[in-house]
């Protein structure tokens, strides 16, 4: 049976990277009909940052990838307590200052077949220095602690970060200290930024939490991420979380480090929003609005109208957070010259018998030429911004009385 795990210690809110090594776990769990677990590395209290744990959870709950089981490494002291002792009894651990050492045997070689890229890693015993298993503290370390709750918890593959590497010859040692047979390894390339270095703030370090609150969908972020080092071969790129996990194998992770690319995601995010019907639409965005009573109330409007303006919005916005400064316009300041553009604007579509996308197009068009102005005035006149849906469809959707009233204020 196939049982993984996710092993964040809660030193501080995850990014991208642990957020994608859990959704691909998860992804493995569910491929294979096994369990995914959850298991929260708190024994170095000195790290322990306020809400980590909670934004964890949080995260595999937003994301919609729930754990099976969840396990608090500080509620199993009992277990490492006993396991040090067996190393000790065993003379294979040594006390020193207070603390428990894991002693490296001479002349040994560590090395496993990493499933990722199915290639064959080793490490020399003299290349390993002895390492602390239990803290002056009492605590345990990362190293047993972890290999301990792998064992116990038959955890049958290891998914995680390539930094762990080299962790895993002191992790085998263990193993073969209690005589356990030691878990395949996966170990997943590290994501870099576009400047192939380490992700910073800026391209990706933030929290798939942060990425929601700027607009990002749940499902954009989901496809977006299982992309990260990973791809089920051809060009097939939008999948739904049950692709993901008909399609999911560790064969077809890459080895080469994937680069997180902002604009792809944002990209991603748009087919998404074209994909979702109306009703969907309007949900989420009441959601991601549910603190802006202008756009609520917009979205509360007449549904037909609303209806027609989604279909527009959608052609143009990507982020949920684009949806307002698309759609709620905006009282402008004009110049002496743009109220000139905006008294003629307002003289031609008054006279305008058939009000539909066609005539408010050439109407739009003697404007401009009259003036010899260019169309983004337009756009700042009726809307306010520089840039928006377009024109003469949302006039068309707007309704020539309501058109004509708000360019009758604009123009006095
Ligand atoms: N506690 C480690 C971490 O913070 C777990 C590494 C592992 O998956 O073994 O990521």
Do not use: C
Request: net charge positive.
């Amino acid at each position: 049976m196939v049982r993984v795990r996710i092993a964040p210690s809660p030193t501080g809110i995850p990014h991208i990277g642990n957020t994608r090594t859990a959704l691909f776990n998860y992804l493995f769990a569910k491929h294979n009909k096994g369990k995914f677990i959850l298991r929260i590395e708190d024994t170095d209290r000195k790290r322990i940052v306020q809400g980590a744990q909670e934004a964890i959870v949080e995260i595999l709950d937003f994301l919609g990838i729930p754990p099976d089981e969840t396990y608090i490494q500080s509620e199993r002291m009992d277990e490492y307590k006993k396991h040090a002792k067996i190393l000790l009894d065993k003379k294979l651990a040594y006390e020193k200052e207070g603390a428990v050492w894991m002693k490296i045997p001479e002349n040994q070689i560590f090395s496993w077949t990493d499933l990722v890229g199915n290639k064959s890693i080793s490490f020399k015993s003299q290349d390993v220095e002895d390492f602390v298993i239990i803290k002056s503290d009492g605590f345990p370390t990362y190293h047993l602690a972890s290999v301990v709750d792998d064992h116990l918890m038959n955890i049958s593959h290891i998914i995680r970060g390539d930094e762990w590497i080299s962790s895993t010859p002191k992790h085998l040692l263990l193993y073969k200290s209690f005589s356990w047979t030691p878990p395949f390894f996966a170990h997943l390339p590290v994501i870099l930024g576009k400047d192939k270095k380490k992700l910073s703030k800026r391209d990706g370090a933030e929290s798939v939490l942060d990425y929601g609150n700027e607009g990002y969908l749940r499902d954009a972020l989901l496809n977006f991420m299982v992309l990260l080092g990973w791809n089920p071969g051809g060009d097939k790129e939008i999948m739904s979380m049950e692709e993901m996990i008909r399609l999911f194998e560790l064969k077809d992770i890459g080895t080469v480090a994937p680069i997180f690319d902002l604009q792809k995601l944002t990209w991603m995010n748009g087919e998404y929003v074209r994909m979702m019907d109306n009703k969907k639409l309007k949900a989420s965005l009441l959601e991601f609005y549910s603190q802006d009573k202008d756009v609520t109330d917009f979205l509360k409007g007449d549904p037909k109208t609303l209806d027609l303006i989604l279909d527009l919005a959608k052609t143009r916005m990507k982020t949920l957070k684009e949806f307002k400064d698309l759609v709620l316009p905006k009282i402008p300041e004009l110049s002496e010259e743009e109220r000139g553009i905006a008294k003629t604007l307002l003289k031609k579509l008054l006279v305008i018998k058939n009000w539909n996308k066609t005539t408010i197009l050439s109407a739009m068009k003697e404007v401009l030429a009259m003036h010899k102005a260019k169309g983004s005035v337009l756009y700042k006149i009726i809307t306010g911004f520089e840039k928006g849906l377009p024109l003469p469809e949302s006039l068309e959707i707007a309704g020539k009385e309501k058109v004509i009233e708000m360019l009758k204020r604009l123009a006095i």
